[in-house]
């Protein structure tokens, strides 16, 4: 029996299972029934790398490729260097010919997505991990790796965006001076969002927070009210978002649609907020108690001041025991730490210390004490969590 006899959800089914696009381009070559079924596979995610060959490849997609093989596109994924050695390379030398071909190319390649791929709802910009790259590189002069983020960035909000992306995902963008290039239309669309910044102390700080709390809170507020799932990240020991940084929201940011909400390296400071409700990250997530139904809290930390250690306005337990009371329709709380729950404290002198994780209090037994009343709370907040999850089940 010839393999284009049997039925065509069973051979798309067998197509699923093979995993080398190479021989996914092959197969397609066997018949015009292998080839419809081949090409909404083979071209339904396209991952593009920071190299010029990559670059060739999206734009020849675009220009030379059938209707059909555009149409199959549906998620775009750039991915930075991740060889260390390799980064570095280019690093050194971010004004060579083949680094400025590359930008060029990636940045022609990604002004045509809403052009050319009208099925496209997915864009994921995963930029290069490599935080110590850039701490001699900012102050000017700038990396390649700073200028190619520019640049893709400005191809995508120069252009109008595809008729159907709903999902934007900007990996380890780096703080910088310059404005993040910002399109209203390429955020009308949006269901998700997810921003991760780099940062450690060899960034220079003032840049660190200006784009926090210039850029970062312009995208947020240029993000559809239709957002479903928001997803923040501050990547940095020493420079979580919430103090210094302070937090890129508003007062009255809300989204009516947030379902899911996950905030990673944040912190809560109550003492902050007193000043300025903008910074009350409880705030915000508590704006969102009507909608919310997946909250995660990964690496969050408890501000204490900038003077006594030991003395939490608001620890983890009230911020606990807010979430049990008003957050009545969350249904999974992700809450990861590193040892126990986390609280910082302020060094002195404030403009140039950096926040501290880990315990600070007086002596063992307030440690313990405090210790077991935020454990109490939590398992009070997880017992109603795991309550309503088994409802709606049922």
């Not at 955020?187 to 910044?197: D, N, R």
């Not at 337990?317 to 730490?337: G, P, V």
């Given at each position: 029996?010839?393999?284009?006899?049997?039925?065509?959800?069973?051979?798309?089914l067998?197509?699923?299972f093979?995993?080398?696009?190479s021989?996914?381009?092959?197969?397609?070559?066997?018949?015009?029934t292998?080839n419809?079924?081949?090409?909404?596979l083979?071209?339904?995610t396209?991952?593009?790398?920071?190299?010029?060959?990559?670059?060739?490849?999206?734009?020849?997609?675009?220009?030379a490729a059938?209707?059909?093989?555009?149409?199959?596109?549906?998620e775009?994924?750039?991915r930075?260097?991740?060889?260390?050695?390799d980064?570095?390379?280019?690093?050194?030398?971010?004004?060579?010919?083949?680094?400025r071909r590359?930008r060029a190319a990636?940045?022609t390649a990604?002004?045509?997505?809403?052009?050319?791929f009208?099925?496209?709802h997915?864009?994921?910009?995963?930029?290069h991990?490599?935080r110590?790259?850039?701490?001699?590189?900012?102050?000017p002069?700038p990396?390649?790796?700073?200028l190619?983020q520019?640049?893709?960035l400005?191809?995508?909000?120069a252009?109008?965006p595809p008729p159907s992306?709903?999902s934007?995902?900007?990996?380890n963008l780096?703080?910088?001076?310059?404005k993040?290039p910002?399109?209203e239309?390429l955020?009308?669309q949006?269901?998700l969002?997810?921003?991760s910044?780099?940062?450690d102390?060899?960034y220079?700080?003032?840049v660190?927070y200006?784009?926090?709390e210039?850029?970062?809170a312009?995208l947020?507020?240029?993000a559809?009210?239709r957002?479903t799932s928001?997803g923040l990240?501050?990547?940095t020991?020493?420079?979580?978002?919430?103090?210094?940084?302070r937090?890129?929201f508003?007062s009255?940011?809300?989204f009516p649609?947030?379902?899911n909400?996950?905030?990673?390296?944040f912190?809560?400071?109550?003492?902050h907020a007193?000043?300025?409700p903008?910074n009350?990250?409880?705030?915000?997530i508590?704006?969102?108690?009507?909608?919310?139904?997946?909250l995660t809290?990964a690496y969050?930390?408890?501000?204490?001041?900038?003077?006594?250690?030991?003395v939490?306005?608001?620890?983890?337990?009230s911020?606990f025991q807010?979430l049990?009371?008003e957050?009545?329709?969350?249904?999974?709380?992700?809450?990861a730490?590193i040892v126990g729950?986390?609280?910082v404290?302020?060094?002195v002198?404030p403009d140039?210390s950096?926040?501290v994780?880990?315990?600070?209090?007086?002596?063992?037994?307030?440690?313990?004490r405090?210790?077991?009343?935020?454990c109490?709370?939590y398992?009070r907040?997880m017992?109603?969590?795991?309550e309503?999850?088994?409802?709606?089940?049922?």
């Amino acid at each position: 029996m010839h393999p284009t006899s049997l039925p065509s959800e069973l051979l798309i089914l067998i197509l699923t299972f093979v995993e080398e696009t190479s021989d996914l381009s092959n197969i397609r070559l066997a018949s015009h029934t292998l080839n419809s079924l081949v090409v909404p596979l083979l071209f339904r995610t396209i991952v593009v790398t920071d190299d010029i060959t990559s670059a060739n490849r999206l734009i020849s997609l675009q220009t030379a490729a059938g209707d059909e093989s555009r149409t199959a596109v549906q998620e775009i994924i750039f991915r930075g260097r991740r060889s260390l050695s390799d980064a570095r390379t280019v690093f050194l030398d971010a004004t060579s010919k083949p680094a400025r071909r590359t930008r060029a190319a990636l940045a022609t390649a990604f002004s045509q997505l809403g052009a050319k791929f009208i099925n496209l709802h997915t864009i994921q910009l995963d930029f290069h991990p490599f935080r110590q790259l850039e701490k001699l590189a900012l102050p000017p002069p700038p990396t390649h790796f700073h200028l190619l983020q520019l640049g893709l960035l400005r191809a995508l909000s120069a252009h109008p965006p595809p008729p159907s992306l709903s999902s934007l995902t900007l990996i380890n963008l780096i703080p910088t001076s310059d404005k993040i290039p910002l399109d209203e239309d390429l955020f009308h669309q949006l269901k998700l969002l997810e921003i991760s910044v780099l940062g450690d102390g060899a960034y220079n700080a003032a840049v660190l927070y200006d784009f926090w709390e210039t850029s970062i809170a312009s995208l947020l507020n240029h993000a559809a009210p239709r957002l479903t799932s928001l997803g923040l990240s501050s990547i940095t020991n020493q420079h979580p978002a919430g103090v210094r940084p302070r937090l890129p929201f508003n007062s009255t940011l809300h989204f009516p649609f947030l379902t899911n909400l996950s905030l990673i390296n944040f912190i809560f400071a109550p003492t902050h907020a007193a000043d300025s409700p903008d910074n009350d990250l409880l705030a915000f997530i508590l704006r969102h108690k009507s909608t919310l139904t997946h909250l995660t809290l990964a690496y969050c930390a408890v501000y204490g001041g900038d003077s006594m250690p030991g003395v939490y306005p608001r620890p983890w337990r009230s911020i606990f025991q807010r979430l049990q009371e008003e957050l009545t329709y969350l249904r999974r709380f992700d809450f990861a730490h590193i040892v126990g729950f986390q609280y910082v404290v302020q060094l002195v002198p404030p403009d140039h210390s950096a926040l501290v994780l880990g315990f600070f209090y007086d002596d063992g037994e307030a440690r313990m004490r405090m210790r077991e009343g935020d454990c109490d709370a939590y398992e009070r907040l997880m017992e109603g969590v795991r309550e309503r999850a088994l409802d709606v089940v049922a």
